[in-house]
């Protein structure tokens, strides 16, 4: 079955700075890779996606890029500001199954 | 609010008890999730409905029991739960299997 690795477990930034939150996978049938953030007490909420047909997609500070050679792709935040505090969790989809990855804590500091 | 409703919103349950977790979805989805989260697994995915057919299981023990009786409503049927099953559990749905999901507001559950 499919497996897919999250890294960091954790994260630390200071305000202003940038963060990246890597995932990688394994079946290589997946082609959708939607990215979810849950902020504390609060549902999980999509913030952005990408099909493989895309390398790579931008909406305002978050970016995500898709390297389906290495199957891996990842979560960029520019300019962190302290709402972007959170967990964050990747996930690869096919047609019949979705796969989560096992989240990340992402602290902006003042 | 994301269109999908959960109740009850708290449960508090002995082992021995029956009880059931319901979720509704207004916005005219056809797939349906579940999903436990707990402080040792952030977001675990149980079962998958897609067209009122469970297209997936992850190795969820018996004891948890889901029913799609149609593609608005989605119901976790528990029995017999241990003290490591309390968690919250979370409904979402979506118009498809590779498309956003909304998620319910999840109930925590507390099994004595």
């Known amino acids: 079955g499919e497996n897919v690795e999250q890294h960091p477990s954790t994260l630390s930034v200071q305000e202003g700075d940038s963060a990246v939150i890597k995932c990688t996978y394994s079946?290589?049938?997946?082609?959708?890779f939607p990215w979810y953030k849950q902020e504390l007490g609060k549902r999980p909420q999509l913030i952005i996606d990408?099909?493989?047909?895309?390398g790579e997609k931008k909406d305002q500070r978050i970016a995500v890029t898709l390297n389906k050679t290495a199957k891996h792709f990842s979560l960029h935040i520019t300019e962190t500001q302290p709402e972007d505090s959170a967990v964050y969790f990747c996930?690869?989809?096919?047609?019949?199954?979705?796969?989560f990855g096992t989240g990340t804590r992402l602290q902006v500091t003042l | 609010e994301t269109g999908v409703t959960q109740t009850p919103r708290h449960l508090v349950m002995g082992m021995t008890n029956k009880k059931s977790l319901k979720c509704e979805q207004h916005?005219?989805?056809?797939?349906m999730y579940w999903y436990k989260q707990s402080a040792k697994k952030p977001l675990e995915l149980m079962f998958v409905?897609?067209?009122?057919?469970?297209?997936e299981n992850n190795s969820v023990p018996s004891r948890f029991s889901p029913e799609c009786p149609n593609s608005s409503h989605l119901f976790l049927h528990l029995h017999t739960l241990q003290p490591e099953d309390s968690a919250l559990y979370l409904c979402?749905?979506?118009?498809?299997?590779?498309?956003?999901?909304?998620f319910g507001p999840g109930t925590r559950l507390t099994v004595t």
């Open positions: 409905y897609n067209f009122k057919e469970q297209t």
């Open positions: 079946d290589s049938a997946s082609n959708y």
């Open positions: 990408i099909r493989s047909n895309v």
């Open positions: 996930v690869t989809g096919t047609a019949s199954k979705l796969t």
């Open positions: 916005l005219g989805h056809n797939a």
């Open positions: 979402a749905s979506s118009q498809d299997l590779s498309y956003e999901q909304y």
